[in-house]
């Protein structure tokens, strides 16, 4: 069997453990627009920070991944087109590479909307890739006198702010949105986080927009203008698709795939950023951009692509973030019954529907959030568990029903 992968993230390194552990042998191409070897993206920010740096980014499998695990590598090669009648994948080169079995694993790309005189900005970047980390190092220098303009408040925003807020003179995020966050957090748990950002000098500017690009001004919509030295354009991001659709594979914003992760044309699956999955949390089908996920959607389609069977029936929302030094956890759905405990450093949402878990937000303690997100994606029946124990000591669901009463001096 010969399989072939386009893309080199998460998803794809999911998909090359999954075909492996059901083949040893069977040749594995992959083919991929970046140049590296496989590296944490989410990692970009602390490199930034000179919290990491390139050569540990690389590391989120080892320098001999591929080698070990048979892949034959085609870095830096564009696939521009998949003939599902021939089964093959052309590259920009003009080359032909054959399949088998092939997984889109292409990921998602910086969705940049039309603004007016944007062209005229020299020193911008988006925030997603390798290159663009470096990019934005490189026109950031090192005197840590530039002014940065960030367009988006969402996580690759915040944490592109995170990671150069030391190194910059002056640093605005601006955002259409009332709160920052928008598509993550509700009002009070957003407003703490940018409290604690606020307080290392980063400025917000929220429910504007810019109305007008001069090289080096922003004029909003409110009538303000902004002067900055690097513009970084972090709106949101597209599916990339394309190769999907021409391929004959049905897509709706995202790649359509089964609970086996593949696609409608035979023989050809998809995961990760790209591909749509069922929201179990809110019982709707979307693309879920998050790494757990990549890896999960990975794995599913490369057992099966290798002639294994398995499903991923367990798809929700989750992100995990730290933003200068304040942690963030949140999954599942946030429509249901709630359960809250705040003070001005720590929140915690849960809610609950249909005598299940079905999401929570944690920021400041976030110890224990996976027995949460466990309830969550196992949709655990609460009446089946001391909930309303877990909900405040959820440390305590290590321990059997008897184990929990003894620790509690017999309280239930």
Not at 87 to 104: F, H, M, Q, R
Not at 248 to 274: F, K, M
């Amino acid at each position: 069997m010969n399989y072939v992968i386009i893309g080199n993230g998460t998803a794809a390194v999911g998909t090359i453990e999954g075909i492996r552990a059901v083949d040893q042998d069977g040749p594995i191409t992959v083919i991929s627009e970046e140049p590296y070897h496989v590296y944490g993206r989410p990692l970009i920010s602390y490199m930034l920070l000179g919290k990491t740096t390139e050569d540990k980014m690389l590391q989120y499998r080892p320098t001999d991944f591929y080698e070990k695990n048979g892949v034959t590598t085609l870095l830096g090669r564009k696939a521009v087109r998949i003939d599902p009648t021939a089964k093959a994948v052309k590259l920009e080169d003009g080359t032909s590479v054959p399949y088998d079995k092939l997984c889109i694993c292409t990921g998602s790309r910086p969705f940049v909307p039309p603004m007016a005189g944007l062209d005229t900005v020299e020193n911008k970047t988006s925030f997603m890739t390798l290159d663009d980390a470096k990019h934005l190092d490189a026109m950031l220098g090192s005197e840590a006198d530039k002014r940065v303009l960030i367009i988006g408040a969402g996580l690759i925003g915040l944490k592109c702010a995170e990671g150069i807020y030391q190194r910059v003179r002056e640093l605005t995020v601006i955002d259409l949105a009332p709160r920052i966050l928008p598509n993550v957090l509700t009002e009070v748990p957003a407003s703490i986080i940018q409290k604690h950002i606020e307080s290392k000098g980063v400025k917000f500017l929220l429910e504007d927009s810019v109305e007008q690009f001069e090289p080096n001004t922003a004029h909003l919509k409110n009538g303000k203008t902004i002067d900055f030295d690097v513009l970084v354009v972090a709106v949101g991001v597209r599916p990339n698709t394309e190769l999907a659709a021409e391929a004959g594979c049905e897509v709706n914003r995202g790649i359509l795939t089964d609970a086996c992760s593949a696609t409608s044309v035979p023989d050809i699956y998809a995961a990760g950023d790209c591909a749509v999955s069922h929201d179990i949390a809110a019982d709707t089908d979307r693309i879920l951009a998050i790494l757990p996920n990549a890896y999960m959607q990975g794995e599913t389609a490369g057992r099966n692509m290798a002639g294994g069977h398995q499903e991923f029936t367990k798809a929700i929302p989750m992100n995990a973030s730290g933003f200068v030094g304040l942690h963030m956890i949140t999954a599942g759905s946030y429509d249901g019954e709630t359960y809250l405990e705040h003070d001005e450093d720590h929140y915690k949402l849960l809610v609950t529907r249909d005598n299940r878990l079905v999401g929570f937000i944690m920021i400041g303690d976030v110890d224990r959030a996976g027995i949460y997100t466990s309830l969550i994606r196992e949709q655990t029946l609460l009446d089946s568990i001391d909930f309303d124990l877990i909900r405040e000591k959820p440390q305590l669901m290590a321990f059997s029903r008897a184990e929990r009463a003894k620790k509690l001096g017999g309280a239930h």
